[in-house]
């Protein structure tokens, strides 16, 4: 049985976990409503961005030479993926979720026989991806340094996937990240980029107007969109990347802020019945030694 | 009779209002976005976007690029960067000029898309400075 000291250290030191995880809890949460703000406000450059391109799409449907953002190269051979992740642990399953998809899928295409490349985004996945697909990895990405993540980040990142393309690098394009339901649910989800899942435009209000018309012509507007459309789609994700890390964390250092109030309960009631039983061993010396006079 | 005007960039929406007519930097000419318009989608080029309330210019945006839907009864502007007139400084364009300039000067001269890509973005920036320049007189009126 420990001893009354261990177990006041025991305590102490329970507490301070404590402490500290409901600190970050409210940290958490603070940056949750940050980054569903941040996310919320970037949703109409999305909308209208996706509603342009479904139009123009529609209208080019039917000519060929397609731009390869758009159709793909036409292949199926190598497999590029993208794996999003955070940049900090400490958040629940919410990186291992993706790092275990993601291994997953790589493994998976790899059975069929497709080349698989990676290239990671966010320092989580990276690390985990480097361990075991080192050679896989043809460059990676860490999410902004900065609170915030500015859409220059996103840009970058695009253009980088766009030049690949050009360069033949991969076929398909494939993102792993987590899915924003709500703060406590956050789903791995994989969303193929290239060649690109064209929206329905059934139910927008724009098919019902007269057609329209494009300046230039729909090829070269098409042409402009694609890239940009890549960008905001990689940007909304990793908006939703953040909002999830930190509706995560939030989950997580709450569980284990309750984990730790428990664990004080249970090491407090073993640090009395010790202190008791000390007290009467010691009363019980104390009075047999005067009965033994 | 008004149209709804939206300006949005990727982060935000910059402005969303009602007005009379918005005149945009159309990539092949400046085009005014008025009510009952035909549908058009185009491209805009860097250049300033100003939005008219009764007879009178309201608001003025600098946009660096981007495109615009046109409707009869709205008008979305997507911006690649947006920014109000009296915000914009002369001094951050000239920088990003320069740096532009010099990456021009460095571009592989046969990789003529890239080429394309500079020069816009070339010209969005001087259009960023004469859009920041005349935004200083008004400013000390």
Known sequence: MASLKELRARIGSVKSTRKITSAMKMVAAAKLRRAEARAAAARPYADAMRRMLAEVARSVANEGGQPALLTGTGQDKVHLLIPMSSDRGLAGAFNSNINRTTRNLVLKLQAEGKTVKLLPVGRKTHDFLSREFADLIIGHRHLAASKEIPFSAAAELGEQISSLLDKGEFDVCTLVYNQFRNVMTQTPTEMQLIPLALPDNDNTASTDLATYEFEPDEGTLLSSLLPRNLQVQLYATMLETAAGENGARMTAMDNATRNAGKAIDRLTLTYNRTRQTNITNELIEIISGAQAV | ?141
């Open chain 2, 1 to 141: 009779m008004s149209i709804k005007v939206k300006i949005v960039s990727p982060e935000k929406v910059l402005f969303a209002h009602d007005a009379d007519m918005l005149v945009m930097p159309g990539s092949e000419g400046d085009i005014a976005a008025m009510p009952d318009h035909a549908p058009l989608m185009l491209t805009l080029r860097g250049g300033v976007a100003d939005v008219y309330e009764g007879g009178v210019v309201t608001h003025r945006f600098f946009v660096a690029g981007g495109f615009a839907d046109i409707a009869p009864t709205h008008c979305t502007i997507l911006a690649d960067r947006a920014t109000p007139v009296a915000e914009l400084s002369v001094d951050a364009a000239e920088e990003r000029l320069a740096g532009l300039e010099k990456s021009y000067e460095d571009a592989d001269k046969m990789n003529v898309p890239a080429l394309d890509i500079l020069m816009n973005k070339i010209q969005s920036a001087r259009a960023e400075i004469d859009a920041a320049q005349s935004a200083i007189p008004a400013m000390s009126l």
